[in-house]
Structures are given as structure tokens and as C-alpha cells.
């Protein structure tokens, strides 16, 4: 990155100051959700958002003039923990008065289908019956393709998406038991999905040695599912793809890509 005359900053979302040096002479910031999920845990009152607003504030201080902050692709007043702080965070930046804000909700990673499919282990998964707590329909994005439409919202000249909330989605939308066919096809074995309750979920799984607090926190993404959060009819990915003649990577080619390798 440096090779190609890029300035490297170093900050810590729990150094303010280290932001605030960081942010210094930037017109904008493409701020990242923070990956610290164990602060959601537990029904948090205050979780993730903490960091956020934390690198918020520090970029009002330096004078940044539009954040473009990357949200999840679930619905304004969603079921699932992951999104909890997503949506507090976008509600602080909405009551911003002196910063032209942009909320990109980025679309479910194709490369995120194990997390969904009950912890499918890549390595040496041999379960026949996958345990989830629900179901529905997920619009799948490839990171590639929401590397590509992102940059080229970062980098538009105009003020066109400036006070914007849109998502950048798939617009082909597949389930999870949809993925465990393309598995079983390209595994040449049976797999199967069992939906169970939330209550089962947080057992099995917990009992297969995972942190309960986590396990907990996850579950509730499957209410999201069942309530078609995840499916979405959005435009702009598709939009910004063929501005670039750039065609959309199917999950079926990364679960493919993802096993073989």
C-alpha cells in the first residue's frame, strides 16, 4: 500500500486520541464496524457502538466531512443481536448535524455460509444433519463484489449518496437449506438441515464447546432469517457491477471454491 503512495496511520478504537491524530486532514472516513462481538454479548445495554461512536466523535474533532459507515444487511428494526449495534450506531449518526453521513448496509458474505449453516467446520465436518434455530431466504454478496461497489461509492465525485441508506445485496437470494444441496452435490453426500428452537440451538451447540454468551447472541439471527430480513430487492450492487461490467460472484461458486480448497 505504501508502494503505491499511501499514507499507514495506526489507531485503536479504544484511543480516541489515536483516532483523532489518525483522522487528521482526512475529508472522509470509511469507518468499519468494529470486530469486538464479545461487547454485544449478553443483551449488552451499550455494546459494540461504544467503539464507533468512539471513532465518530474523534473524526467530528479532525474535521472529517462525510463518514460512510459499513452496516449489515438486516432490517431497520431487526430480530438479530448482530445487527443490534449496527442500528444504534446508525441512529448516532443520524443525529448528526455538521457531518454529511452515508450508511452502506453490506450484504451477508457468500464466504459467511459456515457461521449460518450451524459452525460447519470446512476441515472435517462429517454431520449428515445440521442443527440451526430457522430458516429463510439470504442474498448472498461476494466480499469481491462488495470491495468493488463500495470504492466506487467512496470514490464518487458527487454528493449523490450523502444522507443515504441503501444496501449493497445480491439480488439472487438463496436459503440455507438451499446451501446444504449445493454441499451434498458437491460432496457427494447427503446433508441435511434440521431447524430446532432457539432454546436446542443454544444447547447443542454450547454442549459441542462453544461460549455460551456468543452461542446466544447468534441464535437470534435466525429470527431475522425467518422473517425475510435478508432478502433483499435493492438495486445498487447490481447497479454499480455493471457500471464496471462486472458480473455478481454466485455462493454456490465460493461454498465450491471454499471446500476444494
Known amino acids: 500500500m505504501k508502494e503505491q503512495g499511501l499514507v499507514i496511520r495506526q489507531s485503536n478504537y479504544d484511543d480516541p486520541d489515536s483516532m483523532l491524530k489518525a483522522f487528521n486532514g482526512c475529508t472522509k472516513l ?18 459494540r457502538e461504544r467503539h464507533h461512536i468512539n471513532a465518530i466523535q474523534a473524526a467530528q474533532k479532525a474535521g472529517v ?39 452502506i448496509r453490506e450484504g451477508l458474505y457468500n464466504e459467511s455460509w459456515p457461521l449460518y449453516l450451524g459452525y460447519y467446520s470446512l476441515d472435517n465436518d462429517a454431520r449428515s444433519e445440521i442443527f440451526t434455530a430457522g430458516d429463510g431466504l439470504i442474498s448472498w454478496t461476494a466480499i469481491s463484489d462488495l470491495g468493488l461497489a463500495t470504492a466506487l461509492v467512496l470514490a464518487d465525485p458527487t454528493a449523490k449518496y450523502a444522507g443515504r441508506t441503501f444496501y449493497l445485496s445480491n439480488l439472487r437470494a438463496n436459503s440455507l437449506k438451499d446451501i446444504t444441496s449445493m454441499i451434498s452435490k458437491f460432496k457427494k453426500e447427503e446433508i441435511r438441515l434440521k431447524a430446532v428452537s432457539r432454546e436446542d440451538y443454544v444447547d447443542f451447540y454450547t454442549g459441542m464447546g462453544r461460549n455460551r454468551g456468543s452461542v446466544e447472541w447468534w441464535s437470534t439471527t435466525y429470527d431475522a432469517l425467518e422473517k425475510n430480513e435478508c432478502n433483499i430487492s435493492d438495486t445498487t ?5 455493471l457500471s464496471k461490467g462486472v458480473k455478481h460472484k454466485p455462493i454456490e461458486e465460493t461454498i465450491k471454491e471454499m471446500l476444494d480448497a
Open 30 to 47: 470509511f469507518l468499519v464496524s468494529t470486530p469486538c462481538i464479545q461487547l454485544d454479548f449478553h443483551d449488552a445495554l451499550v455494546g
Open 65 to 103: 466531512e462525510h463518514i460512510y459507515y459499513t452496516s449489515l444487511a438486516f432490517a431497520s428494526e431487526s430480530k438479530a443481536g448482530v445487527m443490534r449495534a449496527h442500528l444504534r450506531t446508525e441512529a448516532f449518526l443520524k443525529g448528526l448535524a455538521d457531518v454529511k453521513i452515508t450508511i
Open 237 to 241: 450492487l447490481q447497479d454499480l457491477l
